[in-house]
Every structure is written in structure tokens, then in C-alpha cells.
């Protein structure tokens, strides 16, 4: 709680005026406590998991009237219908209401033993950024490993054999898996803000870009407009979609954002292999076209 009564009192004490967004976060967060604050990531993490998969729901459905978006799609033989993807929303919101929710809940405490802080100053623009770059580098390396860790013989059976149920991903898919794995891997997400812990504006947003993140990778299409194709050594939805096509032998592409872990410890070798025989499947494909072509001209 921002322990100032007044937007005057706020400024006084930061020896400036408040910014319109302090002024904005003042007026909604002065009179809620932390946990209150905190607790917004439960509603932040049903929408997410509610509405950021829903257009994949419609452009998978329009695929029957229409081929424009096939084109994108990394499986296209595989069709998934409504009752399919409905099924998964489902499994997700049930492991939210059970697992999920009350988790968020009662992991308040985590939150105040790293002092996540709600007041004000309100952290920069460079400052978030950097501790997101920072929260994203710390959750790959170690996901990374619970990943592999999940892929052993043990780990598949008992645990990881639900979420590779889909050897096509759907959006919905991405937190479709095992409790005690979602409970796992929420280590890794927590590590980075414990270890550059921050403000809760910054919280809030790691918390839905990593989600937003993962439902993109688990989407099933490639689509060539998607801004994360800027970020370096970024995986994406083909890079993941391969990882599920293989499914429980699978013993490449474990990464969950990045790619350069697989590449020090190759495990991306795999992958690399099937894209370069494409790529000579192609280019074949091409010149054989290219003969036919020439041979009707000259005829």
C-alpha cells in the first residue's frame, strides 16, 4: 500500500510532481493492499488463458471454407475441431480453479520475502525492460532443464506424457499438462523476479508476457508477421511445434523462449537436420519444376 494520503503528499516526498501514470497508479492502488495487488494476477491469468488463444480457435475453424491461413499452418494435415479445443480449454481452467488460483493465493508471502514493492517512483521504461530481458534469460536456462528432466523415462510417464498429448499444439495447450509439472516449472518463472525483483507493474507484465509467450509457441502456425521473429536467438512456434511432432522421444528443442541452449548442449540437432532436408526436398521440388517447365517450352 502506498503509504502517502495524498498525490500532494506523494510529491512532496519524491521532491517532484508525479507522471500522469503515478498520478494514474496513486488513484487506483493507494487505498489496496499488496496482496490485493497481487491477487490481479489471477484475473490477469484467466484472460490470458481465455481470450489471447481464441482467434487460433477461429482461424483454425475457417479452415473448411477457407485455405488462406492453411498456408501458415506447421501441420496442416492435422484439423482440430471445436469440441477438440473446447475439451482443452476446459482441462486449462479446471488446473486454473484447482491448481493455479490457489496457488496464487497463498504464494503471497514468496512476494514479500523477495520485496516486490507497489509504491512509488514507478520503475522506467529501461528499468523494466531490462529486468523482463533478465526474467526471460533466467526462466529459459533453467525451464531448459526441468524440461529435460521431464523427458526422461520417469518424468514422461509419471508427469509430461499429458501436455504431449498434442503432437499438434493448439494455442489452449500451452498450460495443458500435469498439476505437480505446473507446479514445477512455476520455479523457474518465480526465479527470475527473485533474483532481480522489482516493481509489481513489472511482475504483472512478466507474469502475462511469458504466457502470452508460450501460447504463441504452442499455436501450430507460423505466421510471418509475428514481431517476436525480431528477437535473437527467439524459437517461435516452428521451432517448439517440432519438439511435439517427435512427442515422447522426443530429445531435441527443450528450451521454452530461446534457442541457444539447445544449440551449447545439442539438442537442437534433430530439428536442424529435418529443416535442412526439407530445404533440399524444396529446392529439388523446384528444379524438377523448373525442368518440366523448360521441356514443355522447348517442345
Known amino acids: 500500500m502506498i503509504p502517502y494520503a495524498t ?12 507522471t500522469w501514470l503515478e498520478t494514474l497508479w496513486f488513484d487506483y492502488s493507494a487505498t489496496k493492499s499488496d496482496y490485493y495487488l497481487y491477487c490481479h494476477n489471477i484475473l ?6 481465455s481470450l489471447v488463444p481464441l482467434p ?28 477438440d479445443m473446447f475439451k482443452c ?49 533466467v526462466e529459459d536456462y533453467t525451464n531448459y532443464w526441468v524440461h529435460r528432466f521431464f523427458h526422461c523415462k520417469w518424468g514422461y510417464e509419471k508427469f509430461h506424457h499429458i501436455h ?70 527467439y524459437g517461435g512456434a516452428e521451432y517448439h511445434d517440432y519438439h511435439h511432432y517427435v512427442g515422447g522421444q522426443s530429445q531435441s528443442n527443450f528450451a521454452s523462449v530461446f534457442t541457444y541452449c539447445d544449440y551449447i548442449y545439442g539438442t537442437d540437432k534433430g530439428y536442424r537436420f529435418q529443416k535442412k532436408l526439407l530445404q533440399q526436398m ?4 523446384k528444379k524438377s519444376n523448373k525442368q518440366v517447365n523448360g521441356g514443355e517450352k522447348f517442345e
Not at 44 to 49: A, D, H, Q, S
Request: hydrophobic content about 50%; charged content about 15%.
Open 164 to 233: 504431449h498429448e498434442y503432437t499438434a499444439p493448439i494455442g489452449y495447450a500451452a498450460p495443458y499438462a500435469h498439476w505437480a509439472e505446473v507446479l514445477l516449472l512455476g520455479i523457474p518463472t518465480f526465479l527470475g523476479p527473485a533474483i532481480a525483483p522489482g516493481h509489481m507493474i513489472t511482475f504483472w507484465l512478466w507474469i502475462a508476457l511469458r504466457q502470452i509467450e508460450a501460447i504463441e509457441t504452442h499455436s501450430g502456425y507460423d505466421f510471418p508477421w509475428t514481431l517476436t521473429k525480431y528477437i535473437p536467438f
Open 56 to 83: 487460433l480457435v477461429f482461424i483454425e475453424l475457417s479452415q473448411s471454407t477457407s485455405y488462406w491461413f492453411n498456408r501458415y499452418k506447421i501441420q496442416p494435415k492435422v484439423k482440430n475441431s471445436f469440441s
Open 89 to 137: 480449454y476446459k482441462a486449462v481452467m479446471k488446473m486454473f480453479l484447482l491448481v493455479v488460483g490457489p496457488l496464487q493465493l497463498v504464494s503471497y508471502p514468496s512476494i514479500q520475502m523477495i520485496e516486490i514493492r507497489s509504491g512509488l517512483p514507478l520503475p522506467s521504461c529501461l528499468e523494466i525492460v531490462a529486468q523482463l530481458v533478465v526474467y526471460f534469460l
Open 282 to 285: 524444396k529446392e529439388g521440388s
Open 44 to 49: 490477469f491469468l484467466f484472460l490470458i488463458f
Open 7 to 18: 498525490v500532494e503528499d506523494a510529491s512532496l516526498a519524491l521532491g517532484r510532481n508525479l
